[in-house]
């Protein structure tokens, strides 16, 4: 999406660190802002600092140094409850003993709204996330996937600017998890809301967001739209957290700033797009993406560059296969077919001829 010059300030973290023993900074001096309306994804690995981001920003824990500003205000020393920020938990926080009406209504009763006033933004609310006819249901009465559902609803019924959410689909199976993705995407558009979401799925960071902000060892180790983490990774960590990749260890042959010329451990010369590779002589590990790597003469790309291959296994899983292969001395080397019409079957213990384009193959700095 799109952020106009005014509204690219309306969360900042500005220097701010987080130690819990004074001695361990589990965030290092980070520096966000955040648009109006953008739906930003923290991800990252256990421990890497997410979590704690967004528990200083909803006010529950406290910066140790910096600032965290929302809609140009200090908001450090001010309450969770007096932030305006919705919350949505993977284990839902719904109160047991209320109906699904009466948990909608409870933050609105908390702020002092009237009845009638109460009871047409509950209403509204639950029809935005199409749970109209559960509001007198208790939370046990519902699935995990509807009570993912009121929750998502109790942190919109009061009308906030910005909404967070932990994990909120960890706990659901993989199907409903997908559904519900695109349903908040959905929300999250038709709304206009700010969204700031924490996950460690790297496959939910890529469909939902405006930006990812990779995190690693307390630091933002790149920010940038989908699409481009993906196709252009700034270093060896974020390269190989997102999606998969084949690994091929070699030697920086010749070096210039958008071109290298690698030697793989058996001895091939291949090119690659260098990342944070600095000079000649310099150890590094070449990626490729499983789904770059062609073995039909017919579909190569023109300059591909071309390797035998001892295929070892063969995954039909449906939509694609997966074969594993012997390359350059891997055996871990994976390519993902598409399962098409017509397609041709590889078995174990045939030697191939496989191929991909150089620009798909990225020399990366040693993590």
């Known amino acids: ?10 969360v900042v973290f500005d220097h701010v660190q987080k130690s819990y023993d004074g ?35 909803a006010g529950f824990e406290t910066a140790t140094h910096g ?58 609310a639950l029809d935005m996330v199409q749970m109209g006819a559960f509001a007198n ?28 959410m932990d994990e909120p689909l960890g706990a659901l199976d993989k199907q409903l998890r997908e559904h519900m993705q695109f349903e908040i995407k959905a929300l999250h558009e038709r709304l206009g809301i ?27 180790q790149q920010l940038a739209p989908p699409d481009e983490l993906y196709e252009r990774p700034k270093n060896s960590f974020v390269a190989q957290f997102i999606g998969e990749n084949n690994k091929l260890p070699g030697t920086v042959e010749e070096y210039s700033d958008d071109k290298c010329l690698v030697r793989l451990a058996t001895g091939e010369l291949i090119d690659a797009t260098p990342v944070n590779i600095r000079k000649k002589g310099q150890e590094t590990l070449v990626s490729i993406r499983p789904e770059r790597i062609e073995f039909k003469p017919e579909m190569m790309p023109p300059g591909a560059h071309m390797i035998s291959a001892e295929v070892l296994e063969v995954i039909y899983m449906g939509d694609i296969f997966r074969t594993r292969m012997r390359v350059a001395g891997s055996e871990d080397f994976v390519m993902k077919s598409r399962n098409t019409l017509g397609q041709t079957k590889l078995h174990p213990g045939e030697t191939i001829k496989i191929g991909w384009h150089p620009q798909d193959a990225r020399a990366l700095d040693p993590m």
């Open 67 to 124: 600032e965290i500003r929302l809609g140009g205000r200090n908001i450090n020393m001010v309450p969770p409850h007096k932030r305006g920020i919705g919350m949505v938990f993977q284990n839902y926080a719904l109160f047991p003993h209320m109906s699904v009406a009466e948990n909608l209504a409870f933050p609105l009763e908390v702020r002092g709204m009237g009845k009638s006033d109460r009871e047409a933004k509950v209403m509204r």
């Open 1 to 10: 999406m799109t952020i106009s010059e005014t509204d690219k300030s309306f």
């Open 194 to 220: 700010t969204v700031v979401y924490v996950t460690h799925d790297q496959g939910e960071a890529l469909t939902m967001s405006d930006r990812v902000a990779v995190f690693n060892d307390g630091r933002i």
């Open 137 to 164: 249901r208790r939370p046990a009465q519902l699935s995990g996937g509807q009570q993912q559902r009121i929750a998502l609803a109790r942190a919109l019924v009061f009308d906030p600017e910005l909404v967070l």
């Open 23 to 57: 001695e361990t900074l589990v965030v290092k001096d980070l520096n966000l802002s955040i648009g109006k309306g953008e739906f930003l994804t923290m991800l990252g690995p256990s421990g890497s600092g997410k979590t704690t981001c967004l528990m200083m920003l």
